[in-house]
């Protein structure tokens, strides 16, 4: 494997004249040719998914890296629904139909956009005129509320090359947010097992931008509780919040506090000191966002045998445990059913228009906006 590996790079950095596409067992394929051998570099599939309520059809997308590492993707919210870390494991919660996709109300993997997270009241003003939402959460408007980009079916399409493969999601929207919004989400798997998500948007007048992927994380399965992972954040300040998880604009020093993650810690540990509800739904600010992407976040599983790394280049890491199949549970159910997700949501911080230094999440008129997460898996 390390020679084969090895010739791989070699042709890889001459030309792409040596490459082919071949359509197999209803799969494309991208491969060299090397010493009369194909070397398989990245691997693609596109099927039906099934169909929405009102009778669209949704479709999903795999890549495929030649260490057998996979992303899979629906066209529905350009969501995120499979991260193969092995042919056999799923490091994220997935439904497996439709409908559940659509009826589900924690976003499973979806895109959210146009503004992530909660916003205070359902107004804001932008370019010098106020706007106003509809509330979908008390008073306030959660992830954009019934107009989000994770309602709408993108166009969905694969890209091949050398070095990456590509899943590229588009889609144009106008919705109660001002302008017609332009907007394309792009989820990269390399040869090295990296892996990356970038939103780009554009607008012909002046709005709001803050998307980010609601993807739920379980590196042991998802019939682990997830609250035996171990996880650091890098990040030593916290969003203050009232009762309605809406941010006051007070940032707190997160030392002494149960949401110290600035070291590797156990989240169950952390989830008992918050009291009877042991669940997070929290905002952390990063210190410095200047310098592009960088480390937000680790997560380590139970045996501390591996690992996922994740960074993006905005100021905010949010964290939600839950186990999203508990809506309309009993306590009997509850209780033999643990958290086992944890969504990281990574992102400017929450409600940004409305507090200084929170962030800046206008997009100018005309002008395109693009933001990156990445993801890294590995041994511990």
Known sequence: MATQLRLTSMVRRKSLNRTKKRAKSGKLLFAFFIKRKWVRLVESTVKDFGHLENGELVKEFTITNKNGVSLRTISYGATWTGYFVTPEKNIILNFDNVHEYE???????????????????????????????????????????????????????????????KIRYTMQQKAIFPGTLEMAVTYSLDEDNHVSVQYEGRSNVETLFNPMTHVYFNLDGPDAPIKDEFL???????????????????????????????????????????????????????????????????????????????????????????????????????????????????????????????????????????????YYYSEG
């Open 103 to 165: 009826t589900n109300p924690f976003h499973l993997g979806n895109t959210i956009g146009r503004v992530a997270g909660r916003l205070s009241g359902h107004t804001f003003n932008v370019a010098g005129f106020r706007v106003n939402l509809k509330p979908n959460e008390n008073k306030n408007v959660l992830h954009s509320g019934n107009t989000g980009v994770d309602r709408l079916n993108w166009h969905g399409e694969i890209i091949l090359d050398d070095q990456f493969a």
């Open 232 to 374: 650091k954040i890098v990040a030593d300040r916290h969003i203050v919040v009232n009762e309605e998880k809406i941010p006051t604009g007070e940032i707190q020093v997160v030392e002494n506090t149960p949401f110290d993650f600035t070291n590797l810690v156990k989240l169950g540990d952390q989830c008992e000191k918050l009291g009877s509800n042991e669940q997070f739904d929290d905002a952390f600010k990063k210190p410095n966002t200047s310098l592009g992407v960088t480390p937000s976040l680790l997560l380590v599983d139970s045996a501390k045998q591996h690992q996922l790394e994740m960074g993006s280049d905005r100021n905010g890491v949010i964290i939600f445990n839950v186990n999203p199949d508990c809506i309309g549970k009993d306590a009997d159910w509850l209780a033999a059913h643990p958290d086992n997700g944890l969504a990281v949501e990574l992102q400017t911080v929450p409600d940004a228009i409305h507090h200084d230094g929170f962030g800046d999440i206008v997009l100018p008129a005309n002008q395109t906006k693009t933001y990156t997460s990445t």
